[in-house]
């Protein structure tokens, strides 16, 4: 089971991004469920589950509140050069690159773009041996530049099975970055693999809400356990959302969640709503008790 889902807000176009990426990766790709939720600060909101060669995502439509920006962005790790060249083009569409598609020191094939939702993909040729396609990469910029390896060490600690795999460290005269600080670092929570760097450049843009990630809890002490570790700013906490001391968004959710959200029954799932939008941290307990209508 994919424990950590990545989880992408829109305004109002999860359902057509969704079918866009689809669209684009192809093999193993497809929407797995769409529920919309009413009542909301936001109105009906869709939510929509898919897979994008093989790895889980979510998307909602909530209003344009929160805006993608690079300093979470997804890898795309890609067999042959020829097949970094057709996702650009798929993905090229509306977008914009900011780092054009050519030959780079770390990859022969590889070019950073920016799509017409604003969410940002880096797509490259990796000779190497690899088993999960695409990689979420976290940039620590402005104010937390120079806490990526801090962080990764702290999610190591928090999460169960995790591992800090690899680093590479700015070197002198690589400036504005100053030497030791991590220009590329691996690591794996829960069986995903993630990477990060920090970058001293003035960015003007860092972590926000737009791009959170879903951690599926077995049970209210898993809630627990995640929400003390990570939870670090009390004024972002809603519906299940906390930010950490990194400013990085997530999501603390019961496993059941992804049934009760299925559910066909509407006045079930109106129930649910109303009473998790009143939480912050998720009580299972209370969201048995609406879906039951007790």
């Excluded at 209003?63 to 690079?70: I, K, L, S, T």
Aim: hydrophobic share 40%.
């Amino acid at each position: 089971m994919q424990k950590i889902i990545p989880h992408l807000w829109f305004d109002q176009e999860a359902k057509e991004a969704a079918e866009f990426y689809i669209s684009a990766f192809g093999e193993n790709s497809r929407i797995t469920n769409i529920t919309t939720i009413e009542g909301t600060p936001s109105g009906n909101c869709d939510i929509v589950s898919f897979v994008l060669a093989g790895q889980k995502f979510m998307a909602i439509s909530a209003g344009p509140h929160f805006q993608f920006n690079p300093s979470v962005s997804f890898t795309v790790h890609c067999h042959t050069a020829e097949e970094v060249d057709s996702l650009w083009d798929k993905l090229f569409e509306g977008a914009t690159a900011l780092m054009p598609l050519a030959s780079y020191p770390f990859s022969e094939r590889y070019g950073w773009l920016q799509d017409k939702y604003g969410l940002s993909w880096q797509i490259m040729y990796n000779a190497q041996e690899f088993t999960q396609k695409i990689t979420p990469a976290l940039m620590f910029t402005g104010d937390i530049c120079g806490k990526a390896e801090e962080a990764i060490n702290f999610y190591v600690s928090v999460f169960h099975h995790a591992t800090f795999d690899a680093k590479a460290r700015y070197e002198k005269e690589e400036d504005p970055d100053a030497e030791g600080m991590l220009k590329f670092a691996a690591f794996t929570l829960e069986g995903q693999k993630f990477s990060a760097m920090d970058s001293s450049y003035e960015h003007g843009f860092s972590f926000n809400e737009a791009i959170s990630f879903l951690v599926l809890c077995e049970d209210q002490t898993d809630i627990d356990y995640y929400w003390e570790k990570l939870s670090a700013v009390p004024e972002a906490e809603q519906c299940g959302w906390l930010r950490d001391k990194y400013g990085l968004s997530w999501q603390i959710s019961p496993q059941r969640m992804e049934e009760i959200m299925q559910t066909d029954d509407k006045e079930k799932l109106n129930r649910v709503t109303k009473s998790f939008l009143k939480m912050k941290k998720f009580d299972l307990a209370e969201l048995e008790k609406a879906y039951q209508g007790k």
